[in-house]
């Protein structure tokens, strides 16, 4: 079981980038995927989740209406676009995966509730 992000790096204030995490052993009929991130001296936080068997999506207040979450089940990807990046969105970024649904926000936003992790991936916002 393996997930792996990709598509992070530098970009300027008020520009956008789309993350992608690839799963691989494992099909993501009836999973939930969450989308987190940790920047230096802080914390994980959770920002995004969404269930792979019906598409329900959870976002965090502190993104929500910037990012957006989405999936491709054929392609076993789960995105993330980031849209109006500020530089307090510099941080690793995480894709976890459970095989169970989540049901409420803050359950999707619960590192702990989440199984298996990516490797993680920098982005970084700055002029």
């Known amino acids: 079981v393996t997930l792996v992000e990709s598509g992070g790096g530098l970009v300027h204030p008020g520009g956008s980038l789309m993350l992608s995490c690839v799963a691989s052993?494992?099909?993501?009929?009836?999973?939930?995927i969450g989308w987190f991130r940790q920047a230096p001296g802080k914390g994980r936080e959770g920002l995004s989740a969404i269930n792979t068997s019906d598409g329900r999506t959870y976002y965090a207040d502190s993104v929500k209406g910037r990012f957006f979450i989405s999936r491709d089940s054929a392609k076993k990807t789960v995105y993330l676009q980031m849209t109006s990046l500020k530089p307090e969105d510099t941080a690793v970024y995480y894709c976890?995966?459970?095989?169970?649904?989540?049901?409420?926000?803050?359950?999707?936003?619960?590192?702990?509730?989440?199984?298996?992790w990516g490797q993680g991936i920098q982005v970084t916002v700055s002029s």
């Open positions: 052993g494992f099909g993501l009929d009836d999973h939930a």
């Open positions: 976890a995966g459970r095989g169970v649904p989540v049901f409420t926000t803050v359950q999707a936003m619960g590192r702990y509730e989440y199984d298996y």
